[in-house]
């Protein structure tokens, strides 16, 4: 009998499930894409890999499609919003710190000189990282970051950085998951300054989120166990480091990436290299008007090498001005 | 009509998973464990935290439940299979090796001198690492450990090593699933000896396994992009690093911990000590007719601060010998 109610109820689940996927597939849940070549093979390649019995079917448990942040779902211009983070951070943090004042690259920090910063390199980031990153259990580094996520405002929209996600990426993490996909983060910013918004924000879980660390400690803080942040380099998920990343997180070659930038280059080559169907996609910011537009010179988000190899090695490449009806939910 | 069609498949999909609860609950989906306190401690402490609008309510994405391996999942007598894949490793490799003739620990190892190659300390066995897991790429290593798996055998069961799981524990993470919870291995067992096995054998799928690891480094060869093994240690997923290893792949404390040595302590320090309800439980090899017994003084698996600190933390000691009816499932 109990066996039979078990049985049962799986039927009643397999139904749901089978209507759940008439549904995706009969209902437009890209609404946000421009009809053309681009939304064209997304549909394609995903009616392809889901078709049970079809050639190029892809067992549930394998569908795993992995996305940059920046410049990927959602902006990074003028800069990164984690430099934007650790800017405020320094400035809020400044009156504990008056040795700041005569310092680099805090002074510089301080002063608005972007110049300055860039001048202290690589050794001056990470000064800033670990002043602002490290000294502090984990937990606590969340209730940072969600406590500026509310309050920071982007410079030219004059809102949450949340809300300069892309509508239509948004659409496609859904669209996958109700394909049967698992979607992970694979971003060179930092894991734990995207966990804290990205389940809310992108419906991603943090076990999904993979980005660079610092290195950590478990201890117990006041006889309270406590993971602190040690202001120490752990991981740089970025360029080679990508393809790292995902096999040391997930484990297995993912069957769809996407990405904006030559930092993206060598997790696109790994994911679209393996066998069977595979898909790449490059969203292109050619839209002036209603984001940025660069590639080539810039020094956020350059994409050159990704451009010049996207045809030959069968990458899709999005224009953000065709291809996408709207750019943010905020829009008219 | 389109949305409308959505809404109902989601109410569907919602009866079904309703049902499935029900079906969970009602079924005994434990049978391998004896009628007692361990079990009811399990299943009250499940019951609770799925109990939607209940005090102890804990909602799906946060249902993290964390497994040890060696002694926890399967048998680690009477040494980790993991050591017995080196042994065997070392011992196919030596014909391309003239030299290990004369060299420790490869000597020893041939010798089957086990007193010998545990003199070589940590830096003998870093040497063994290098030699059999590291130098090939993840693909190879992964076709390495299942080629082994087929075809190994356990010395006093003379069976796989895949068929030494416990039974009462395979049916935990069943259980455990069943009622919407996420099962993890976080294991101080290397993370690509365990992924070829995890899945088939506990279906838990590879980004789910937490382990420790060599370094890897993304490269082509032969033009073909590889991820290829380094003779590095990257990270060490025991005691302390257990949390660590917990944090960096999950981004959240877990509700459920499993393990069965000191190996495990912080693991269950970390899970228990977490605000809301939280469970520990250890397996404690207390049956030498079935399997081993085994604590204080083993080198392998040795649990001693757990046995004392376990009743003051609120721990679960299970007992192999009384809690468990079944040990393997291969018993008649």
Redesign the interface.
């Given at each position: 009998m109990?066996?039979q109610?078990?049985l049962?109820?799986?039927t009643?689940?397999a139904?749901?499930?089978a209507?759940?996927a008439?549904?995706a597939a009969?209902?437009?849940l890209l609404p946000s894409w421009r009809e053309g070549k681009t939304k064209q093979a997304i549909v394609q390649f995903v009616n392809e890999v889901t078709a049970g019995g079809g050639p190029h079917y892809v067992r549930p448990?394998e569908r795993?499609a992995v996305f940059d942040n920046d410049g990927t779902l959602w902006a990074e211009q003028p800069m990164y919003v984690q430099l934007a983070f650790v800017l405020d951070r320094v400035k809020a943090l400044a009156p504990r710190h008056p040795e700041w004042k005569e310092k680099a690259p805090f002074r510089s920090v301080m002063a608005g000189d972007m110049a300055g910063v860039a001048a202290g390199g690589e050794k001056g980031l990470l000064e800033l990282v670990a002043a602002t990153h490290a000294g502090m259990t984990?937990e606590e580094f969340t209730a940072v970051v969600t406590d500026w996520l509310a309050t920071a405002r982007h410079p030219r929209f004059n809102r949450p950085y949340t809300e300069l996600t892309y509508r239509p990426m948004l659409e496609l993490l859904a669209y996958l998951r109700a394909n049967g996909f698992?979607t992970y983060i694979v971003s060179g910013g930092g894991?734990?300054f995207m966990?804290p918004f990205a389940?809310k924000v992108y419906g991603i879980?943090?076990?999904q989120?993979i980005g660079s660390?610092i290195k950590?400690?478990?201890?117990l803080r006041d006889g309270?166990?406590a993971?602190v942040r040690l202001p120490e380099i752990g991981f740089v998920d970025d360029k080679?480091?990508?393809?790292?990343g995902i096999?040391?997180?997930?484990?297995?070659r993912p069957v769809m990436a996407f990405g904006n930038s030559d930092g993206d280059f060598?997790m696109l080559?790994?994911t679209t290299?393996g066998p069977g169907l595979r898909f790449g996609l490059i969203v292109h910011h050619d839209d002036a008007v209603r984001e940025w537009a660069y590639d080539r010179e810039s020094h956020v988000g350059r994409l050159a090498r990704g451009l010049d190899e996207a045809q030959q090695r069968g990458w899709v490449v999005a224009s953000m001005q065709r291809d996408w009806k709207r750019v943010f939910a905020f829009e008219k």
């Open positions: 109990q066996r109610r078990r049962m109820s799986a009643v689940l139904a749901a499930f209507l759940c008439t549904a009969a209902a437009d448990t795993i984990s698992k894991v734990e966990r389940e879980p943090p076990e989120v660390s950590t400690r478990y201890e309270k166990p993971i080679a480091g990508k393809p790292v096999q040391t997180a997930i484990g297995r060598e080559e790994w290299s």
